[in-house]
């Protein structure tokens, strides 16, 4: 599943933080869910409304079942309560595997996610389906059956599930800013792209490297 354009704008005091997908793949948007503002630790999905709008905002709900998990959650909180408990501990996993991953001594860390993998996969009851967008694009769904709240995560998990089986792991970076935990998947020919998102982190570091040759010639 391809995710929307990168979500930059800025928010107004008060507004929960914005979405940022520019992973470059569904389950890296994912765990770069835990974010960094200047600095500060952020997680944009801090509720399960949050992580609703999360997934409509990445296609893999549509409106009209958005709504109805909203209003859902407001019938079954406890059912909702356990559905972001369960995504936080999928993106844990994916985010251990995005880190270690693609090193030599990152078998521990891919053996890790893969139970993950496969301990929702094997609990994934439901429909795949391919839908048509208004921008003319195609995406692919799942549709849980039974419990309303069950298989959210399982198209994050099978983006996952693509990167292992087609080798991707070695093109995924961490955010050459220390204070960035985002990660991404780098489609650079050399390989060698080293900011998340040149609007913020790449344009940070561009600032900073002009107020450095500045200060050497004074």
């Known amino acids: 599943m391809s995710a929307p354009a990168s979500t930059q704008a800025s928010t107004l ?15 890296l948007d994912f765990i770069n869910t835990d974010d960094a503002r200047l ?6 999905i801090a509720s399960f409304e949050r992580f609703v709008a999360w997934l409509a905002e990445a296609r893999i709900l549509d409106a009209e079942r958005a709504a109805a998990l ?16 369960e995504a936080r501990r999928v993106r844990a996993a ?3 595997l995005a880190e270690r991953g693609r090193t030599d001594q990152g078998e521990r860390a891919r053996e890790a996610a893969l ?6 996969l094997g609990r994934s009851v439901g429909t795949r389906r391919v839908e048509a967008l208004p921008d003319g694009g195609y995406a692919r769904s799942f549709v849980p059956v039974g419990d309303v709240f069950g298989g959210l995560v ?21 955010c050459a800013d220390r204070r960035c935990p985002r990660h991404f998947y780098d489609v650079s020919r050399s390989r060698t792209r080293r900011w998340c998102d040149m609007a ?11 107020r450095r040759r500045v200060g050497r010639r004074r």
């Open 13 to 27: 005091a008060g507004d929960p933080p914005a979405f940022a997908f520019i992973g470059g793949r569904l389950w």
């Open 39 to 44: 600095g500060t630790r952020t997680d944009t």
């Open 70 to 85: 909203q209003r859902r959650a407001v019938e079954q909180p406890s059912g909702a309560a356990a559905a972001l408990v």
């Open 94 to 96: 994916l985010r251990s």
């Open 115 to 120: 139970v993950e993998i496969n301990r929702v």
């Open 154 to 174: 399982i198209p994050v998990v099978e983006s996952a599930v693509d990167s292992l089986v087609h080798g991707e792991l070695l093109r995924i970076h961490k």
């Open 200 to 210: 913020t982190c790449g344009n940070r570091a561009k600032a900073a490297r002009h």
